[in-house]
């Protein structure tokens, strides 16, 4: 679920685990949101990646990446 341009961290399993340092957050901005997944694609298990939060990547490489993500 986004919200005003935010990403709710416990709507996206993958994403929450890699926020590991955002103690306390509920929400991200989706710019955070697309440059966590960037630097930390390593750590994603694509596997285990739920339809939505795939779509979440989709929208934001598109939005912020030109459609690319650098992974």
Same mark, same amino acid.
């Given at each position: 679920?986004? %919200?005003?341009?935010?990403?709710?961290?416990?709507?996206?399993?993958?994403?929450?685990? %890699?926020?590991?340092?955002?103690?306390?957050?509920?929400?991200?901005? +989706?710019?955070?949101?697309?440059?966590?997944? +960037?630097?930390?694609?390593?750590? %994603?298990? +694509?596997?285990?990646?739920?339809?939505?939060?795939?779509?979440?990547?989709?929208?934001?490489?598109?939005?912020?990446?030109?459609?690319?993500?650098?992974?």
């Amino acid at each position: 679920m986004t %919200i005003a341009n935010t990403v709710v961290l416990q709507d996206y399993p993958q994403l929450k685990l %890699i926020a590991w340092h955002w103690q306390g957050c509920n929400a991200i901005v +989706e710019e955070e949101a697309f440059a966590l997944y +960037e630097r930390n694609w390593r750590y %994603i298990d +694509e596997a285990t990646l739920k339809p939505h939060e795939r779509q979440l990547i989709t929208e934001l490489s598109n939005k912020f990446g030109h459609g690319v993500m650098n992974v």
